[in-house]
């Protein structure tokens, strides 16, 4: 009997001391929950703070992105303004026929066709001359001045001084007209443009052995200030000159149009250059523009 309340007694200390380490157990995870309940808390206004910072940061996002809306908006505004301006200046009409009874050049036999109509300068009614474009020469087949490249050259007769002159001026108004938008837009022209009047320049990065002597003396006639580029003439001195360089610097006056109506997200209507500066001009003068 004795025995048995001894191993009773034995069997309650052993139970006694696992409830001690239980107990010590449970209290220890307790603790442990409790500092990572408090680490929570803290973690938790962390997170709340940031999300405040986080969203006065996008308030203020949001406020800048529309200041930054309104200065750009005020920014085309300005640029359609002072373009407006050089469209004033330099009104371009394309016209794809020969308005009747103002073609007064042109031969009867339809051999060729008069400086005027070929670079489309027409007088207007007060004598003054605009850039009214009947017929851009076509660059793709390389014709200036009613020169065609690649076929032996001939003397065209019904080129005159007075036409010569006119085409020049023509194209270094649009060069002109070019070289003022790019600025307005701060485009910097893959083809830099030299403007002079009807004695323009178009460069261009790439010289070639046949122009290396003559772009040389016109670099230093127009002070280019680059060495590696090689001017080309918007213009033909007279009938019996070699026109493959006007033409050329006909093609790279229609790249920077090009280039110009890709920086506003346009696409060029192929290798007129007057066309495509007209478009310019048009989408710049749009509403869609300003809001875009």
Not at 150 to 176: F, M, P, T, W
Request: proline share 3%.
């Amino acid at each position: 009997m004795r025995g048995r309340v001894e191993l009773r007694r034995a069997r309650v200390g052993e139970l006694l001391v696992a409830r001690r380490d239980a107990a010590r157990g449970v209290d220890r995870r307790r603790e442990q929950l409790q500092a990572q309940i408090d680490r929570v808390l803290r973690l938790s206004g962390a997170v709340a703070a940031a999300s405040r910072r986080l969203q006065d940061a996008k308030e203020a996002l949001s406020g800048e992105k529309a200041r930054l809306g309104d200065l750009q908006r005020l920014l085309r505004m300005r640029q359609q303004s002072m373009i407006g301006q050089v469209a004033a200046l330099y009104p371009v009409k394309v016209f794809h026929d020969l308005p009747h009874g103002r073609n007064l050049n042109s031969n009867t036999n339809g051999a060729h066709r008069s400086l005027s109509e070929e670079n489309g300068t027409l007088p207007e009614e007060n004598g003054t001359h605009l850039l009214n474009v009947i017929k851009l020469p076509q660059i793709h087949a390389l014709t200036f001045l009613g020169w065609q490249i690649g076929k032996q050259r001939r003397k065209q007769n019904d080129i005159c001084e007075k036409d010569l002159q006119r085409s020049a001026a023509v194209l270094g108004y649009a060069a002109h007209a070019i070289l003022l938008i790019a600025s307005y837009l701060h485009v910097p022209l893959r083809y830099p443009l030299h403007f002079g009047g009807s004695r323009s320049y178009v460069s261009d990065c790439l010289p070639s052995a046949e122009t290396a002597s003559i772009a040389s003396a016109e670099r230093t006639c127009i002070n280019m200030t680059d060495p590696k580029l090689t001017v080309y003439p918007l213009f033909v001195e007279c009938q019996e000159d070699d026109p493959t360089k006007a033409s050329y610097a006909i093609y790279l006056l229609h790249k920077d149009t090009e280039q110009l109506l890709n920086y506003i997200g346009a696409e060029s209507s192929g290798r007129r250059v007057f066309d495509n500066l007209q478009e310019l001009i048009r989408i710049i003068q749009s509403d869609e523009y300003v809001y875009s």
